[in-house]
């Protein structure tokens, strides 16, 4: 079975710290994603990345950054964190193609900025 | 507004009666597919229907896609209190693109 985890499940951060979330899958998976959830938002895909070292900006990949820097990790970067940005924060994984295929998610992780 | 919208936002049912989601979209798709969320967890794939498929099966799961209408429907079967959760469609946008465009979801309750 895929496996996707996240280094945290729940975090409290303050305004303007940095914040790093990290995100591993064991399965060798070329694409990895970055999403956030907010109640009557839905998912929205802040960066993906397709390949080690590549990135592409979701839909609001403001006040965020993205590192692929092996396969299997995906890091996102809050440079300076702000109290919009207290969200439930999940990352995927799923095989390279065209047509796009089965996204496997991690558990989550809540972040909450004070 | 969303590629993907589920309908309805909410739907509240009592174990062993089916239960009916759907979920439109806008563009040309290549698939769409189901994925559930209990509360406070990731998301879990649960079905996959390409674009030139009608209806497909996985259990007492039945998935409906209609292209003409831009529109699936996911059928639960004889649901039981587990059921209960979160219900996305995900849509891709066709050609080459990685993306999946998610839906705001219908949230489930099956009452025991």
């Known amino acids: 079975d895929v496996k996707v985890t996240q280094s945290s499940r729940y975090l409290v951060k303050r305004t303007g710290e940095k914040v790093f979330l990290e995100c591993v899958q064991d399965m060798d998976h070329e694409n990895m994603f970055w999403y956030r959830q907010d109640p009557g938002l839905g998912l929205r895909l802040i960066y993906f990345?397709?390949?080690?070292?590549?990135?592409e900006k979701g839909d609001i990949p403001e006040g965020y950054s993205v590192s692929r820097e092996k396969k299997e990790r995906f890091s996102l970067i809050l440079e300076s964190a702000s109290t919009n940005q207290t969200s439930m924060y999940l990352c995927?994984?799923?095989?390279?193609?065209?047509?796009?295929?089965?996204?496997?998610f991690g558990p989550g992780t809540r972040l909450l900025v004070l | 507004s969303q590629q993907g919208e589920e309908d309805p936002q909410a739907l509240s049912i009592q174990e062993g009666e089916n239960a009916t989601m759907n979920c439109s979209y806008k563009t040309s798709i290549n698939n769409l597919q189901w994925y559930r969320q209990n509360s406070g967890r990731g998301l879990v794939h649960l079905i996959l229907i390409r674009s030139n498929e009608r209806e497909k099966h996985s259990g007492r799961l039945r998935v409906t896609l209609d292209t003409s209408k831009k529109s699936s429907s996911l059928l639960i079967t004889a649901s039981r209190a587990a059921d209960t959760a979160s219900y996305f469609c995900a849509t891709d946008l066709g050609g080459s693109n990685y993306k999946l465009t998610f839906g705001k979801g219908t949230l489930l309750t099956v009452n025991p």
């Open positions: 995927a994984s799923s095989l390279a193609g065209t047509v796009q295929e089965t996204q496997y």
């Open positions: 990345s397709y390949d080690v070292k590549m990135k």
